[in-house]
């Protein structure tokens, strides 16, 4: 089976980072510190880089509900980062 991995819309992730609504309809948690491990962006797909800010948000990679249409928290890089 081959794995592919995609990363959140770069459009989605400049909205979040302007305030934008998470799938929970608040704002991102903003002012976490990363220490280099632990915390993949899902814009980047790397580890946010120590010292480095990191919003916490919902999020849903579904754009219907549907069984497998999870809501749970994610990392992203707070400053700009380039799509995986």
Do not use: W
Not at 13 to 23: C, I, K, S, T, W
Not at 33 to 54: F, K, M, N, Q
């Amino acid at each position: 089976m081959k794995l592919n991995y995609e990363s959140v819309d770069s459009d989605l992730v400049r909205a979040l980072r302007a305030g934008g609504p998470d799938a929970n309809g608040q704002p991102a948690e903003r002012g976490a510190i990363s220490d280099g491990h632990g915390t993949p962006c899902r814009h980047c797909l790397g580890h946010v880089p120590a010292g480095g800010e990191y919003l916490i948000l919902a999020h849903r990679p579904f754009p219907e509900l549907q069984p497998y249409a999870e809501c749970g928290p994610i990392f992203l890089c707070a400053e700009d980062c380039k799509a995986f």
